[in-house]
């Protein structure tokens, strides 16, 4: 089974700019989740979408949206770029999703903004 | 709110000795736990949950709710076992919303 695919691997976007980034999950997993993961704050939930719908939410500023096509296929959006945005984006595919079901993790996208 | 809390950053041990990863967490109900690992250039990936009460890898952890910890154990650590080490918990914020909280992980070196 393939595993987890995130798209682009790697990002660099100019403060005050937009960025769009992918995540193509398992197949058959219906629930994709997005996690930001900085060295000062390490992993933290962004969301959780199941089924097209946004099922579960982390407590980060609305800049930060997502959404999941039919097809389970996640995209997470940042608008109005901050530097602390930069960090590594992990999205992570579930059979069912939280809180009981296990995540696999994609290799993640590393956004540098400048 | 839920909170996670690995009190060691970094954590050295021999080969062959026993191994404890600390993993306390703040939460006022029945919580989902975990523990994820990532081992050098791969993916973060589920090592074991509470809920199915099993050994993988010969690492076990057990609920301790009165002291509200999770500790991960392995009773003669093995090279391979280097690796970070994060512990999480899943359990409803407010309402029926969900979130998986990470604590902020523990590098575990097993020496030669």
């Known amino acids: 089974k393939a595993g987890v695919t995130q798209t682009p691997r790697y990002l660099i976007k100019t403060r005050g700019q937009q960025v769009t980034l992918s995540c193509s999950p398992i197949?058959?997993?219906?629930?994709v989740s997005w996690y930001q993961q900085t060295p000062g704050q390490g992993l933290q939930f962004l969301f959780e979408y199941f089924s097209e719908t946004q099922r579960n939410k982390g407590n980060f500023p609305g800049r930060f949206s997502g959404r999941q096509f039919s097809n389970s296929r996640s995209e997470m959006n940042v608008s109005t770029l901050e530097l602390g945005d930069s960090a590594l984006y992990l999205c992570?595919?579930?059979?069912?999703?939280?809180?009981?079901?296990?995540?696999?993790f994609g290799p993640g996208t590393r956004l540098t903004v400048t | 709110a839920q909170r996670v809390t690995q009190p060691e950053k970094l954590l050295s041990v021999f080969k062959g000795a026993p191994v404890e990863l600390k993993c306390n967490y703040s939460y006022s109900g029945s919580p989902e736990l975990f523990w994820y690992v990532q081992y050098s250039r791969q993916r973060l990936q589920l090592l074991l949950r509470h809920i199915s009460r099993e050994s993988i890898k010969g690492f076990t952890a057990d609920l301790n709710k009165g002291e509200t910890s999770f500790h991960l154990k392995k009773p003669f650590a093995q090279e391979e076992d280097s690796a970070m080490y994060y512990c999480a918990l899943s359990g409803p914020s407010g309402g029926s919303n969900y979130k998986l909280t990470f604590g902020k992980g523990t590098l575990l070196t097993v020496n030669p």
């Open positions: 197949s058959g997993h219906r629930s």
């Open positions: 992570a595919s579930s059979l069912q999703g939280l809180p009981r079901y296990e995540q696999y």
